[in-house]
């Protein structure tokens, strides 16, 4: 069946702009989670939907970034005003309600 | 504050079994142990997890010692494709605890 998918697979900003990146989960699928990964680590958590709900946004680094998923399906994680420190690979990843966290290619965030 | 942790790289000839320690002496009675990996530019995908039997799938075994302080994954004939970090992960398997915390990771290289 079909996995998580993420778009783009790359994207170069300049600084100062603003991107969307998006996340289609495995159908189904209750929890959704965005994690961020810069070069050499391991990802890092930024925050976690159940359906449309975001209970927890700890992780968003800055108030430039935003992260919806609004009919409770597609994620959309937006930042604004982008910096070189916001290069990472974006990470999404779905799973149903109690079970393990699936994740998609992830999108890498190159600013220049 | 890291609950695992485990050696940073590791070697293991194709063919052989690849055994990967991780210390958690902290672990809690209600907490899990997960492995994930993470092949080059892709996504963590899920191996395993317990929560104090050995257990045992398609991919990997998972031996918990009986004082859970510890645990190892074992790969029982190494391939290359199984070049990639892994990542042990401790955490309450339940609707509310639902961030995976990553660490550095293991990475380990398989060589022919």
Known sequence: ????????????????????LRCDPISGHVSLFWYQQALGQGPEFLTYFQNEAQLDKSGLPSDRFFAERPEGSVSTLKIQR???????????ASSSAVGEQYFGPGTRLTVT | DAKTTQPPSMDCAEGRAANLPCNH?????????YWYRQIHSQGPQYIIHGLKNNETNEMASLIITEDRKSSTLILPHATLRDTAVYYCIVRV?????????????TTVTVRA
């Open chain 1, 1 to 20: 069946g079909a996995g998580v998918s993420q778009s783009p697979r790359y994207k170069v900003a300049k600084r100062g702009q603003d991107v969307a």
């Open chain 1, 82 to 92: 982008t910096q070189q420190e916001d290069s990472a690979v974006y990470l999404c």
């Open chain 2, 25 to 33: 002496s902290t672990i809690s009675g209600n907490e899990y142990v």
């Open chain 2, 93 to 105: 398997a339940g609707y509310n605890d639902y961030k995976l915390s990553f660490g550095a990771g």
